[in-house]
């Protein structure tokens, strides 16, 4: 079955840039979602098709996917961006979800 | 505004049975694919299933884990979506969401906790 790899934390400090990744196998020939779901939450979706951003989420947010490999990436951190964040794919007929990665502003 | 409010959650024992409800308004739910996903205490998301809406065939897809024991339903008429759920085990103990999307999820739910203990 197909897997979706995080790293479990990202440390940042406010301002500054983050990147969170999200491998697979020729994940570039898939598109790549992302989720983030604060503390007590349900999760929010902050980019679809790659690169998308829904209406409402910050410019701040954006996202690339190539080779093996989906970048979520966060400019000018804030610490309200402060989650857990999760990357997703499908393949065939499933639906597969990364483990997710805490990110600590700080 | 989209609204998903879930429902029908609560303890119950291994073997047992539950079923889930999903009440959905602010959109066209006739013609919305729809998604359950769940997440265990302290853990990450994981997809459970989804059912296509009735003019792509009403059909369903489920995870590896649930496929057999779970079955997921749709009521148009009445804007609802469920997840009966049979033959509980431990494991399935989760907060479950109702999404809307068949490929990625745009809205969810509050969500709903199921707890499978004895």
């Known amino acids: 079955s197909y897997e979706l790899t995080q790293p479990p934390s990202v440390s940042v400090s406010p301002g500054q840039t983050a990147s969170i990744t999200c491998s697979g196998n020729?994940?570039?020939?898939?598109?790549a979602f992302w989720y983030q779901q604060k503390s007590g939450q349900s999760p929010v979706l902050v980019i679809y098709?790659?690169?998308k951003r829904p209406s409402g989420i910050p410019e701040r947010f954006s996202g690339s996917n190539s080779g093996n490999t989906a970048t979520l990436t966060i400019s000018g951190t804030r610490a309200m961006d402060g989650a857990d964040y999760y990357c997703?794919?499908?393949?065939?007929?499933?639906?597969?979800f990364g483990g997710g990665t805490k990110l600590t502003v700080l | 505004e989209v609204q998903l409010v879930e429902s029908g959650g609560g303890l119950v024992k291994p073997g047992g049975s539950l079923r889930l409800s999903c009440a959905a308004s602010?959109?066209?739910?006739?013609?919305?694919?729809m998604t359950w996903v769940r997440q265990a205490p302290g853990k990450g998301l994981e997809w459970v299933g989804r059912?296509?809406?009735?003019?792509?065939?009403?059909?369903?897809d489920y995870a590896a884990p649930v496929k057999g024991r779970f079955t997921i339903s749709r009521d148009d008429s009445k804007h609802t979506l469920y997840l009966q759920m049979n033959s509980l085990k431990t494991e399935d103990t989760a907060v479950y969401y109702c999404?809307?999307?068949?490929?990625?999820?745009?809205?969810w739910g509050q969500g709903t906790l199921v707890t499978v203990s004895s």
């Open positions: 999404t809307t999307g068949g490929t990625y999820y745009g809205y």
């Open positions: 602010g959109f066209t739910f006739t013609n919305a694919w």
């Open positions: 059912i296509r809406s009735e003019t792509d065939g009403g059909t369903t």
């Open positions: 020729k994940l570039g020939d898939k598109y």
């Open positions: 098709e790659d690169n």
């Open positions: 997703q794919a499908w393949d065939r007929s499933n639906v597969v």
